[in-house]
């Protein structure tokens, strides 16, 4: 069964919401495409996926912010630019920060700033810096330290996504897209590209490095299964781990593997996810959101039309998903909540 949402605004009209948004009456665009029936308990049937701003290079990396006095925001990455953008409610996007995730002073490919952003029990600001090839927080007085660089001397690819472990431990994954030449980029120092923990101590550990391009992560309700995405065209897929009690992973098994997918020319690939409290996972992926219910069944997608890059829970009661996808930054209102409401942010800096 499939729903489709109309989308017959130009591009140009779509662009003008990049600037000035005193409206409710956002473009919307994509298709909703039903596999289960349960899917409608999830994303209503007159759901649409709204078109929030637009105009970036490549947005990624979507966390909501909650306020002590204030309403909430988004930010969201647009790596190419090595910036992040905030997204208020009735004003539209503004640029946070930049440079975001390199500071370098030569030039470092066509993807050098932050990826995934996240917030830790503090409500500080934790990224994945491409270029500077690290995991950093931004301190409640607006510097920011280092949290982790390298695996036993050896600099990091090019740290991608990340989740918190309820323990304060940090999961994160580390592919080389960020790098000017990617897996062949003379810079890279570690032959494999790892799924990592960093402890709330600082102890960093390998975790596995048996996918060939770890991407977005997320956990169960639960956080007894760590989800994995890979965005290899050749296996493009999501793959679940089971947690030990020690916080390492044991034996993967594959939730679902959209390879055909790839290989049909659907655009896109296995990449960031949230899940909700119930234990449902929305898996950006070929062509555009996969969703899975707690049991791995695939229900239904939300179809963008676009590269589809990530996706968080937020808003007032953290359940409208935000969407990054390509050029666009998108929401679409769900009949479910978010697994983890985001900290309170406080006086990190940004403007």
């Known amino acids: 069964m499939k729903n489709?949402?109309?989308?017959?605004?130009?591009?140009?009209?779509?662009?003008?919401?990049?600037?000035?948004?005193?409206?409710?009456?956002?473009?919307?665009?994509g298709e909703r495409i039903e596999h289960d029936s349960s899917f409608a308990k999830l994303i209503g049937q007159d759901a649409q996926l709204q078109v929030l701003a637009s105009g970036y290079e490549w947005t990624e990396g979507p966390v909501w912010v909650n306020q002590k006095n204030g309403p909430g925001y988004l930010l969201f990455s647009d790596i190419p630019n090595n910036s992040i953008f905030k997204w208020v409610e009735g004003t539209g996007p503004s640029l946070y920060m930049k440079p975001s995730g390199y500071t370098g002073v030569s030039d470092y490919g066509g993807e050098p700033g932050s990826n995934g952003l996240l917030l830790d029990a503090k409500g500080?600001?934790?990224?994945?810096?491409?270029?500077?090839?690290?995991?950093?927080?931004?301190?409640?007085?607006?510097?920011?330290r280092t949290l982790?660089?390298?695996?036993?001397?050896?600099?990091?690819?090019?740290?991608?996504?990340?989740?918190?472990?309820?323990?304060?431990?940090?999961?994160?994954?580390?592919?080389?897209?960020?790098?000017?030449?990617?897996?062949?980029?003379?810079?890279?120092?570690?032959?494999?590209?790892?799924?990592?923990?960093?402890?709330k101590s600082g102890e960093l550990t390998l975790l596995t490095k048996e996918m060939t391009r770890p991407n977005g992560i997320a956990f169960s309700p639960d956080e007894k299964?760590?989800?994995?995405?890979?965005s290899d065209p050749e296996a493009a897929l999501w793959k679940a781990f089971p947690v030990n009690d020690d916080g390492t992973l044991g034996k993967s098994k594959i939730v679902y593997d959209a390879t055909k997918h790839v290989k049909a020319g659907w655009p896109g690939l296995p990449d960031g996810m949230a899940v909700d409290k119930a234990g449902n996972i929305f898996a950006t992926g070929p062509g555009g959101v996969f969703v899975f219910n707690a049991d791995h069944k695939f229900v239904g997608r939300i179809s963008t039309g676009?590269?589809?890059?990530?996706?968080t829970f937020g808003g007032k009661d953290n359940s409208i998903l935000y969407i990054t996808a390509d050029m666009y930054l998108c929401r679409i209102q769900t009949k479910t909540t978010g697994l983890v409401k985001s900290p309170t942010m406080a006086g990190t800096g940004g403007h």
Do not use: I
């Open 306 to 311: 676009e590269r589809t890059a990530n996706c």
């Open 4 to 29: 489709f949402f109309f989308c017959l605004t130009t591009l140009l009209s779509l662009t003008s919401y990049s600037h000035a948004q005193d409206t409710t009456n956002f473009p919307v665009l």
């Open 148 to 199: 982790v660089d390298n695996y036993k001397g050896k600099r990091l690819n090019s740290p991608n996504d990340a989740v918190y472990h309820s323990s304060g431990d940090l999961y994160f994954t580390d592919p080389p897209y960020g790098m000017p030449n990617r897996w062949d980029d003379p810079r890279r120092e570690l032959d494999f590209c790892g799924v990592y923990r960093l402890s």
């Open 124 to 144: 500080q600001l934790v990224m994945c810096e491409h270029g500077d090839r690290r995991l950093s927080v931004v301190t409640h007085h607006g510097g920011k």
């Open 225 to 230: 299964t760590l989800y994995v995405a890979q």
